[in-house]
Every structure is written in C-alpha cells, then in structure tokens.
C-alpha cells in the first residue's frame, strides 16, 4: 500500500514564482519578507524572480538580491511581455516539487505560504488556490465589475468552472505543473488554463492586502482585455449568440414579409413606410456589424495562434540555469 506521508519530506524542493514588473519600490522588502516567511519550513527552496522587462532599477535590485542569496535566480525577459508570459517563463524555469506564485507587491502576504503547504500536505491536494476574502485597497467600481466578469465568464464557460475572486496566488504540484506546461496557446488567460487543468484543486480563503508601494499596473482597458481573452479562450457561446439572433431575426422578417405581401395583394399599394424601412435598415447593419466583430475578435485570435511565436524571449538567467 502507497505511504501518504503526512509529515513533509525535507528533501523536497518548492520554487516561488515572483513576476516582477516595475518594482523597484517594493523588491527589497518583498525579498526579505519571503526570505523570512521561509525560515522554520522544512522544506528546501528556490526562489525564481522573473524580470518582465522592468524600465527601473528592478533588474539592479534583483542582481543584488541573487548574489546575496544562493537560492534565488533571476529570469530578464527580453521585453515587457505581460504577468501571463512571465509567469509562463517561470513555470517553464522551475524545478521544484511543487510552486508557489506570488505577487512582487505582496498583496499575496508570503507569510500564507507555509499555510499552502499544510493544506498541500494534509488533504493530498494538487492545487491549493488562493481565494480572496477582502480585496483592500480596490475601488468600489473594480469590485463591481470583477463581480459582473465572472458572473459573464461562468455563464458562458459551461464547462470549466473558474473561482470567483481568484488570482494567481497558489500552490501547484509538479504534475498540475506539467499540465499547465503542456497548455502553449499564446492567448493565455491563465485563470482559465489553471481551472481547465482539473485534478484536485482546494481553496486558502485569506484577505488580499494593499500593494505595498508603487502603482498597480493595471488599467481599465487592459482589464477589458483580459476579459475578452478569457471569455473567447474558453467559450464559443458568442458565436453560437450570434448565429441564434440571426436565426430569430430570419424568422420575424419572414412573418413581415409575409403580412406585407398580403396587405399589398389584398388592399393595394401602400406609398408609405418610409420610416419603418429606415429604422430596418439601421437596425440590421447593427446587427451586422457587431456579428461581424464578434467573428473578427475569433479570427484574429486564430491568427494570432498560427504565427506560432514563442511565448517569451529571454535575455539572461542570472544564478543557476537549471532548466
Ligand atoms: N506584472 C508583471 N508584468 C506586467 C504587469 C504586472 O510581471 O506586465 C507583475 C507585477 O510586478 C506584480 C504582479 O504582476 O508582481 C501583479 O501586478 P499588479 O500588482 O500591478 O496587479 P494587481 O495586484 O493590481 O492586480
Ligand atoms: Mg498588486
């Protein structure tokens, strides 16, 4: 019989994920902060810090951070490409048994991840999810139409189910890992991807702190974005919307049509309509035109998909290239 070990096995090795964007103001502490949450947990680390095209002097502070500390590696992307690539790159690079993503801000406090580990460990998890039970430090409109996302995307998205008020923040075994490893689209919403990966995925509820300094790097349009990439990566209901409005709408003109006809054979020419044939004619374009985006938001999509270019470039790894 298989030994579930409830006690960890101080051989394994956990990898923490840091994306960092522009964070000279919060690196230093951050690095201290989780250097110290590590302290006492009997497990070894690597620490993998991903530099995602910073324009500061975050890339100085993290080759300060790597000499200092034989654990750490430094990843510098060759540009910015977004935290989705990033954190890509990082899970490509790690190594260990199991890893842990955190924000740069510590918004994700990293004294949870010793809590992540006992879950991990006591229920035999192959994720451990952070969900957030506060989001301090967020605008009243931001929470709002987070909520309304995820009502949209879970409505749509019939098959996978994605956690409402979950981030990136969480705990995956090697072979959730792999998974994701093995998921290369370049429309990466990874919220998605880490829900489509299935096996046994189990929530930390904890409360998101205020970004510790610095701004966040997040707008409302880049919001939007993500939006639309995660609801056309993972649903095609818009499209099928799209096909049962014409349906509808078929339907009614022919039943129009019909009556005109009638009226016409039976009481004669009809001179006017001018205005019901005007407000016709807007009303379908519009319903043309946002068809037709609809099916330009997939195709572009596509197109984007069979360039094929790789997810990230890398300029240098400082520390031990592993992998
Ligand atoms: N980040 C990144 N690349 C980007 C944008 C953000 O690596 O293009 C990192 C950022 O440095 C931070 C994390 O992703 O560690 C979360 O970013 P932020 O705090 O701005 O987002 P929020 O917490 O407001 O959702
Ligand atoms: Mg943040």
Redesign the pocket.
């Known amino acids: 019989m298989a030994v579930m070990t409830q006690t960890p096995d101080p051989k394994e090795l956990i990898t923490l994920l840091?994306?960092?964007?522009?964070?000279q103001e919060v690196i230093r502490a951050c690095h201290d902060r989780v250097a110290a949450a590590l302290i006492d947990l009997p497990y070894k680390f690597e620490i993998i810090y991903?530099n995602?095209?910073s324009q500061d002097g975050t890339l100085e502070l993290l080759r300060g951070i790597q000499v200092r500390d034989p654990r750490v590696r430094v990843i510098n992307l060759s540009r910015?490409?977004?935290?989705e690539a990033?954190?890509t790159a990082g899970l490509d690079k790690a190594t260990g048994d199991a890893v842990i993503i955190?924000?740069?801000?510590m918004?994700d406090p990293p004294e949870l991840i010793s809590e992540l580990l006992k879950i991990w460990k006591a229920q035999n998890a192959d994720v451990v999810y952070g969900q957030r039970l506060t989001r301090d430090g967020?605008t009243w409109l931001k929470k709002k139409s987070a909520a309304l996302f995820y009502a949209i995307i879970n409505l749509v998205s019939s098959r996978v189910d994605i956690p409402r008020n979950t981030?990136?923040f969480r705990l995956m075994n090697r072979r959730a890992v792999n998974a994701l490893e093995s998921l290369r689209e370049h429309h990466r919403f990874m919220k998605g991807l880490f829900a489509w990966v299935g096996y046994k995925q189990v929530p930390l509820y904890y409360h998101r702190e205020p970004?510790l300094a610095?701004?966040?790097?997040?707008n409302y349009l880049k919001l939007i974005d993500l939006a639309l990439e995660g609801i056309t990566g993972f649903s095609m209901t818009p499209l099928r919307f799209a096909t049962l409005l014409g349906v509808v709408i078929a339907f009614f003109s022919f039943l129009f049509g019909a009556v005109i006809l009638f009226k016409t054979l039976l009481f004669g020419r009809d001179i006017p309509g001018y205005a019901s044939l005007a407000v016709m004619v807007a009303f379908f374009s519009g319903v043309q035109l946002l068809s037709i985006g609809l099916l330009g938001e997939y195709i572009g999509r596509i197109f984007n998909e069979t360039k094929n270019r790789p997810l990230y470039l890398i300029d240098e790894v400082l520390g031990d290239d592993k992998k």
Do not use: H, V
């Open positions: 840091i994306p960092c964007y522009n964070e991903i995602d095209g910015n490409f977004g935290k990033a954190m955190l924000d740069a801000d918004q967020e981030g990136d970004r610095g701004n966040t790097k997040w």
